[in-house]
T-cell receptor, first 115, second 114 residues
Framework: DAGITQSPRHKVTETGTPVTLRCHQT?????MYWYRQDPGHGLRLIHY???????DKGEVSDGYSVSRSKTEDFLLTLESATSSQTSVYFC??????????????FGPGTRLTVT | AQSVTQLDSQVPVFEEAPVELRCNYS??????LFWYVQYPNQGLQLLLK????STLVESINGFEAEFNKSQTSFHLRKPSVHISDTAEYFC????????????WGLGTSLAVNP
């Protein structure tokens, strides 16, 4: 299994509070991704990173920010959590190799509930 | 732009029966194709992938998928399912111009009943 951990694994927070989710990898992969998974919507890309301090938006980036100061860590921040951000959040990493087809490896997920 | 359509949101099947989960994609360029599996309350795991070469690819637990370029499909099949195959299955595609992103289908929930 790829060395990917997410913390916390579960969190309940109140509307309007800031929340930071952490993704940590031990694989030294260049690419890292944050997804959210909701019933009926599958996986939706929030933000991704293609190197230290290099990030870009995905399809559902509003209300989220990210930072990557080290290769191994990719942080997702909800500046002011809303109930619509209640979801399961997954981090993924990729070797970014054409030989591997850019396949991604996933963390165990964080279940976030905003009350 | 690339897109992926999983034609069935739910597939109920009895144990030891065959199953096919359908996936179609749209792309004007060469693609790489993947099937991922997600067991309840877990992350996604790569089940199998097509990069090039033989159009039939297999997984270690008996699933297989066939890349059909003319039909732009990558259907997943298993000749005899087990209760333990109950999971969500996702089809995904990547390729040139996607900047290392995967385009995902919405998933198919496979429920294997005794």
């Amino acid at each position: 299994d790829a060395g990917i951990t997410q913390s916390p694994r579960h969190k309940v927070t109140e509307t309007g509070t800031p929340v930071t989710l952490r993704c940590h990898q031990t694989e030294n992969h260049r690419y890292m991704y944050w997804y959210r998974q909701d019933p009926g919507h599958g996986l939706r890309l929030i933000h991704y990173s293609y190197g230290v301090k290099d990030t870009d938006k995905g399809e559902v980036s509003d209300g989220y920010s990210v930072s990557r100061s080290k290769t191994e860590d990719f942080l997702l921040t909800l500046e002011s959590a809303t109930s619509s951000q209640t979801s399961v959040y997954f981090c993924a990493i990729s070797e970014s190799s054409a030989g591997q087809g850019y396949e991604q490896y996933f963390g165990p997920g964080t279940r976030l509930t905003v009350t | 732009a690339q897109s992926v359509t999983q034609l069935d949101s739910q597939v109920p099947v009895f144990e030891e029966a065959p199953v096919e989960l359908r996936c179609n994609y749209s792309s004007s360029v060469s693609v790489y194709l993947f099937w991922y599996v997600q067991y309840p309350n877990q992350g996604l795991q790569l089940l199998l992938k097509y990069l090039s070469g033989s159009t039939l690819v297999e997984s270690i637990n008996g699933f297989e998928a066939e890349f059909n370029k003319s039909q732009t499909s990558f259907h997943l099949r298993k000749p005899s399912v087990h209760i333990s195959d109950t999971a969500e299955y996702f089809c995904a595609v990547s390729g040139a111009g996607n900047n290392r992103k995967l385009i995902w289908g919405l998933g198919t929930s496979l429920a294997v009943n005794p």
